[in-house]
């Protein structure tokens, strides 16, 4: 009744019901759980609250996680918006930015936190979802709401055969993915229609399409903690262009498409093994040696920025 | 398996990997409850890509404290040295440069007290899951989820319909039985179900022990709650 494969029967169904994403994401767990709305619902509440607690330890927090990587950057830039004069972004971005290394730097001191998707890219939602509900003074409900219309876009993802596995895809499949869900739960939230809520999803996962996965010695720290929190903004932004009514040329279905499209094309060294990218860079085979790692095998660090193919145009332009 | 709205929305877990923080610990808590008794010694050998990054994963912790007995969300998986300290639990790792047949993310447990002593050899095959691929050198293929559900293990012997009963009693306490999975040994059985809803209680876990035909019946949480 409440199934769906993909972002396109997901809208449909919410037409049909004239309702919203996050109703259909209850009647479906309803449906495939046999539980009731009521146990749902406090499921969803034990992971809102898992959330708010690793964000206001987090944004506290000062001591670093064990390699020293990251650790402390939440609590400065939350102290940063007390004082919004001297800074460009919203408040609501920055605290965003905010909440999301809380919830990173969490993980990687070892607290409680969501994997949503996973652990790698669980800062975006919460960071997005709730610096918009303490602006709009939002109800407790309509937060919830969007946690699960969240969710039910990460479903239709994972159904049209898209992953959440960056060792498969890439972080555009960890952080991306975070970011457009979280593109969708703060639009229905803001009273975005359906439609709206995945076209956000759609133009966010649009404009991380490729992203690589290149952790410095393999741990969820450096670039992760802060990638989480930069891309807060593209959610955000995502959402207010929706809002505003430009319409994502590429529908979401298709954006999940060339996500894996893309990620057949994507060289196993910069999918979580920390053989490419980042990781191989001068200061970070530094920290990996530090953090006493084996050497990275020769052959992958060979790979020295070369110079670009010719230009075959015949312009005067690069000369 | 049809995804929950929790599979994306979830698992609530400690950091910082899933695969090398909340699968180790998962491989931890099977161990120990295929073990039957409090272990005073464990000793883990890890392999591949365990070997080569437990310490930044904590890995170490992780194993340890599910050889305690504490669940993949347990904030006191950071403390699992001390607490290990406190229970006079001698332990220790050791890491492996060659692993032959085995995943990247595969731990040897050997839990020993003065009765007993048990090898159990499990990989974290990632996304939460986990798999045992050995017990005492036998070699089985068991597979586990974290997150989701808890997860019954049960001993028994290889009669027809001997796990009956136990199903008759959580259908009587409205526990719904969500997978299983038995992998049949030589003389002996071993059952993974896995319920929703809650965990059993010691005496309920209890009753189904004394079931004609079930050797051991262990819940892969702690027992009790708190």
Request: glycine share 8%.
């Given at each position: 009744m409440f199934q769906f494969k993909n972002c396109e029967e997901l809208l449909k169904l919410c037409a049909e019901q004239k309702t919203d994403i996050s109703q259909i994401a209850i009647k479906y767990e309803m449906e495939i759980s046999g539980k009731s709305r009521a146990k749902v619902r406090d499921k969803m509440k034990q992971v809102r609250d898992t959330m708010w607690e690793a964000i206001q330890t987090g944004i506290k927090a000062t001591d670093k996680s064990q390699y020293g990587l990251v650790g402390g950057d939440a609590k400065k830039v939350y102290d940063g918006t007390?004082?919004?004069?001297?800074?460009?972004?919203?408040k609501v971005g920055v605290r965003a930015m905010a909440y999301a290394l809380a919830t990173n730097e969490q993980n990687a001191r070892m607290g409680k936190i969501?994997?949503?998707?996973t652990a790698g890219g669980s800062g975006v939602v919460p960071g997005v979802l709730f610096s918009t509900f303490e602006h709009m003074k939002s109800s407790k409900r309509k937060m919830l709401n969007a946690l699960f219309a969240a969710s039910a876009l990460g479903i239709a993802i994972l159904e049209h055969g898209g992953t959440f596995s960056a060792a498969k895809a890439g972080c555009q499949a960890e952080v991306g993915i975070g970011t457009a869900m979280a593109a969708a739960g703060v639009t229905e939230m803001r009273g975005g229609t359906p439609e709206q809520c995945i076209n956000a999803a759609a133009l966010a996962l649009k404009n991380m399409l490729g992203l690589a996965c290149d952790p410095l010695g393999g741990l969820v720290e450096v670039p992760c903690v802060k990638r989480n929190a930069i891309y807060v903004n593209v959610a955000l932004g995502a959402s207010d262009l929706s809002l505003l009514g430009v319409v994502s040329v590429i529908p979401m279905d298709q954006v999940v498409e060339a996500m894996m499209n893309i990620s057949a094309h994507m060289s196993e060294t910069i999918r979580e093994t920390a053989l490419g990218g980042l990781a191989v860079t001068k200061k970070g085979l530094e920290l990996r040696k530090k953090m006493g790692l084996p050497p990275i095998p020769e052959k992958y660090l060979n790979r020295k920025i070369g110079a670009a193919p010719a230009c075959r145009n015949k312009c005067n332009g690069c000369g | 398996m049809q995804n929950s709205i929790f599979d994306v929305a979830g698992p609530i877990m400690v950091g910082p990997s899933s695969s090398h923080t909340a699968g180790a610990c998962k491989i931890g808590q099977i161990a120990r409850a295929l073990f039957r008794g409090t272990p005073t010694e464990v000793t883990f050998y890890l392999y591949g890509s365990f070997a080569q990054v437990y310490q930044g994963h904590a890995t170490d912790r992780a194993l340890l404290a599910g050889v305690m007995k504490m669940m993949t969300s347990d904030s006191n998986i950071k403390e699992a040295f001390k607490i290990a300290k406190k229970n006079k639990l001698a332990y220790e790792f050791i890491t492996v440069e060659e692993a032959p047949?085995?995943?990247?993310n595969t731990v040897r447990i050997i839990l020993k007290n003065a009765k007993r002593k048990l090898s159990v050899v499990g990989s974290s095959i990632g996304g939460g899951k986990v798999t045992i691929t050995q017990i005492n050198n036998i070699n089985i293929d068991l597979e586990a989820v974290f997150g989701r559900f808890f997860s019954l293990l049960v001993g028994h012997n290889n009669e027809e319909d001997v796990l009956n009963p136990v199903y008759g009693k959580l259908i009587d306490w409205g526990i719904p039985i969500t997978s299983k999975q038995t992998i049949s040994m030589k003389k002996n059985s071993l059952t993974m179900l896995n319920i929703e809803e809650g965990y059993l209680r010691l005496p309920q876990v209890l009753e189904l022990e004394?079931?004609?035909?079930?050797?051991f019946v262990r819940s892969l949480t702690k027992l009790l709650k708190e």
């Open positions: 007390k004082n919004m004069a001297n800074l460009l972004g919203s969501v994997a949503f998707p | 047949d085995h995943h990247p004394k079931l004609p035909g079930i050797q």
